[in-house]
């Protein structure tokens, strides 16, 4: 049996699609994203109003790849579109963490009564990050600078060398991820 797999999306209003060899870029109301996609065996087109991703190959991986391209595309059209926002709320109970945004990086101080504080990179131009009291909010049209942006502040957060159930301080997604 020969399996190939075709996957068609269908390009929203207001979004525009340009594809150069193997490079997609697609602009909307929110911004411009591009983004390089090149696998062997798999082309990428646009048909009347669609972007077209398919592949002739048999095999599971070329066809799982399909559709993994296919998922990327989605979430640059719905990024332009309508963007992507993660919330994360601040937890201590020791002592009051204090969180401001910098230029590129997020800034915790206080966290744990450490002296030094501790910082987080914020990836993406069009990445922004607000603070209000407790809770944080990330918002941008790149879903992978979103969460990327969100695991870094959780990871300057982690408590190394205490006990975890009792030191349950730290900055914590609350949202059940990038939407």
């Known amino acids: 049996m020969v399996s190939k797999t075709r996957i068609e999306l269908e390009i929203p209003q207001g979004v525009n699609v340009k594809l150069d060899n193997v490079t997609v870029a697609v602009s909307g109301p929110l911004g411009k994203l591009s983004r390089n996609i090149y696998y062997p065996g798999i082309e990428v087109a646009i048909e009347a109003n669609r972007v077209v991703v398919h592949t002739a190959g048999t095999r599971r991986k070329v066809r799982s790849i399909t559709t993994t391209i296919s998922s990327h595309i989605q979430n640059m059209f719905t990024g332009v579109n309508t963007g992507f926002t993660c919330k994360m709320k601040v937890l201590y109970s020791h002592f009051p963490i204090q969180v401001k945004v910098d230029g590129g990086r997020v800034i915790v101080e206080n966290f744990l009564g450490e002296r030094k504080p501790r910082s987080a990179r914020i990836v993406g131009e069009e990445t922004k ?9 990330i918002k941008g ?3 992978e600078a979103v969460g990327q942006t969100m695991a870094n502040i959780e990871q300057a957060t982690r408590i190394r060398n205490f006990d975890p159930r009792v030191f349950q301080d730290g900055i914590y997604p609350v949202s059940g991820g990038v939407r």
């Open 129 to 137: 990050v607000e603070v209000s009291k407790e809770q944080i909010t």
């Open 141 to 143: 049209i790149d879903k």
